[in-house]
């Protein structure tokens, strides 16, 4: 594999993959494709400057806790990672000191006005209110991941009265696309499978013994139909939604909401977007979002839900005799504020 390889060229390799996991001489040579002689000197060069832990059967690693790493950029990765930054910095609402920091140390690396955005980003979290313990929870579940730990960790679901204990393995960290909450999906032994928790939801977390993740874990198959980062174990529904042409379509059209989704427009200028949803019932906020420009078509019981929210709507505005509808707004009017939105 290394074959014309430079030198330098192999040892970014070595420092990738020993950042991955602990290899043995022989093993890291039989992945470059060199002589092991070559691997051992290789690698007593990166020892003089990389932090290295040595595990059983003479395997050894790069410890990532004590790492730091030098990222170069040209200007549009420096862009796509500034975007990503400040959506973290927009989704953070308590004060976090090391996302503020992270920041900061991103700040370093990019361009004017890049760099003061952050800095003032970084700014704007350390000023908002303090939650140490969520901090904590944070913190905990991001190290149980990285260094592969259990969890015993308290968890109150959203209808819960109270707290369970979870001894839980955590698989991935998540964000949620459609808010500011952060998920990890692993395996419970109280459900005896892998679930979805909020770390909002999560009231203490403590580190435990080292696991073993699955190797036929595959987060794309498993969220491949969820909404978000909910999936079910249910069989996937097609969804079918009927929207307005006009406003409604245009706005549909410039997001990817869901990578299976189908879209086919229709004469009148609306379109029907389709895609294969295994719990549908977490699309619903999305789906009130829109309001009156669109329609379920199906499945049939995710109908029935939004007709009975049209009700209970219109029986708390006190809508239920009235024969004139009330006017909306035209999106197409000169206003500023609607022409951005």
């Not at 595990?55 to 170069?72: A, F, L, T």
């Not at 952050?118 to 944070?138: C, G, H, K, M, Y």
């Not at 379509?249 to 299976?260: A, D, G, M, N």
Request: with cysteine; charged share 35%; glycine share 4%.
């Amino acid at each position: 594999m290394s074959k014309g390889m430079t030198k330098a060229e192999r040892l970014d390799r070595m420092k990738l993959l020993y950042c991955e996991r602990a290899y043995s001489d022989v093993e890291m040579s039989e992945r470059l494709g060199v002589d092991r002689s070559t691997i051992y000197r290789d690698r007593i060069d990166l020892e003089r400057e990389h932090p290295f832990i040595e595990e059983e059967g003479g395997r050894y690693r790069i410890d990532r806790q004590r790492y730091i790493s030098n990222v170069r950029l040209n200007m549009t990765e420096a862009l796509s990672l500034y975007l990503a930054a400040r959506r973290a910095s927009q989704q953070t609402r308590y004060a976090h000191e090391r996302t503020a920091s992270a920041l900061e140390k991103i700040a370093i690396a990019l361009h004017k006005p890049m760099t003061e955005r952050l800095v003032n980003a970084a700014e704007r979290i350390l000023a908002q209110r303090s939650d140490p313990r969520r901090v904590t929870v944070f913190e905990t579940v991001a190290q149980a991941w990285v260094e592969s730990l259990q969890l015993r960790l308290d968890y109150r679901p959203l209808h819960g009265q109270r707290a369970r204990t979870h001894c839980f393995e955590p698989y991935l960290l998540e964000p949620s696309p459609w808010s500011d909450s952060i998920y990890v999906i692993g395996h419970s032994d109280l459900a005896r499978r892998v679930i979805t928790l909020k770390l909002e939801r999560i009231e203490r977390a403590v580190l435990g013994e080292r696991f073993e993740r699955p190797e036929d874990f595959d987060e794309q198959t498993m969220l491949s139909h969820a909404w978000g980062v909910w999936g079910s174990d249910e069989q996937p529904q097609t969804v079918t939604l009927r929207f307005a042409p006009g406003t409604a379509t245009r706005r549909l059209k410039e997001t990817i909401w869901h990578p299976l989704e189908r879209i086919t427009d229709m004469e009148d200028g609306g379109c029907v977007w389709e895609t294969e949803i295994a719990e549908w019932r977490e699309m619903l906020p999305w789906v009130r979002g829109w309001g009156a420009d669109v329609e379920v078509v199906g499945p049939e019981d995710m109908r029935r839900e939004i007709e009975r929210e049209a009700r209970r709507l219109a029986r708390q505005y006190k809508l239920e005799h009235m024969d004139t509808p009330s006017p909306s707004l035209d999106f197409d009017d000169d206003r500023s504020s609607q022409l951005f939105r």
